[in-house]
């Protein structure tokens, strides 16, 4: 079976902190920084679990503000 | 693989559509505005339609939606968009011409303008985002509040007796002859946002082809209006609003036309 490796980048500047790639990740792979604060004073998202993405693009598709790009490699 | 090894341009699923340009949205954090502004993007790009499209900002959060989306836009008056729209693509008939409305401006003020237009099957697209509230001006009663809804001019709740029904106006509009295509879609989920993001292509598409005016409901959701979390407000739509403005096509007679 194909292995599926993904991985997240965050433009965490542009996060809003707002959850919702959180609560569509299938793989609990984000969260939201909890003392950490981007240039605006949010609490941005980032990976916190990476090794569990499977590149879905579930977070990125629900972004409002278009701050995550999402790589996916299938090893065959 | 390490991140780096993955992180390479040719691996990308999925990233900022390039037509969006570097500023930073006003909207709210977790606002639906955001995933729409970005569907448009995507599907305008998908379609190489940069060239040719002209957008019709409204009144509302959306106003300054110019400043996001890189192709050419005009600011109607409030409510007035479908008819500025009119007079674009009549005089443009090789554009493509979209309107992009909230509830306040396309369901209140703009009800005139966007029945007739409709009516008259302009070849224009409406994009028409229906979160229950005028958000911009601090989240009052609009037309489409549900009833029991607390605003901010209902701190008791939308009173039948009082305020009336609320306005459900995509059936409305598909009982016109001009309409070629309505549809509520919703961008609550990730599965939510692609067809969301079909049906714009759709209505963007018939608008090129000149079946009629189409019309494509995103059902929102206004987290500072409705005093939520973003995640909780998306809760409350698919509790509360799902009930009054079901999710589906409401009718789509492009299939017979073409």
Known sequence: MPKITGAVEIDRDRCKGCDLCVVACPCSVLALETHDVNNRGYH?????????CIGCAACATVCPDGCITVYRVVEK | MTPEQIKKPENVVAQRPALLNDNTMHYCPGCSHGVV?????????????EHIAIGVAPVGCAVMAYNYIDVDWI??????????????????????VFTYQGDGDLAAIGTAETIHAANRGENIAIIFINNGIYGMTGGQMAPTTLEGMVTATTP?????????????????????EGTCYVTRQSVHTAAAVRKAKKAI???????????????????????????????????????HMFEAYPVGDIKNTTTQKS
């Open chain 1, 44 to 52: 941005y998202a980032a990976d916190v679990n990476p090794e569990a």
């Open chain 2, 75 to 96: 600011e109607a008056a409030h409510g007035r968009a479908p008819a500025v729209a009119t007079a674009v693509k009549r005089l443009n008939p090789s554009r493509l």
């Open chain 2, 37 to 49: 502004h970005k569907l448009v993007a995507e599907v305008i790009e998908e379609m190489g339609a």
């Open chain 2, 156 to 176: 008791y709740g939308r009173r039948v007796d009082l305020n009336g029904h609320h306005l459900n106006i995509s059936p409305l509009l598909a009982q016109l």
């Open chain 2, 201 to 239: 292509r759709q209505a963007f598409e018939n608008s090129m082809k000149g079946l009629g005016t189409s019309v494509v409901e995103i059902v929102s959701t206004c987290s500072s209006g409705w005093k939520l979390t973003p995640a909780k407000a998306n809760d409350w739509m698919v509790e």
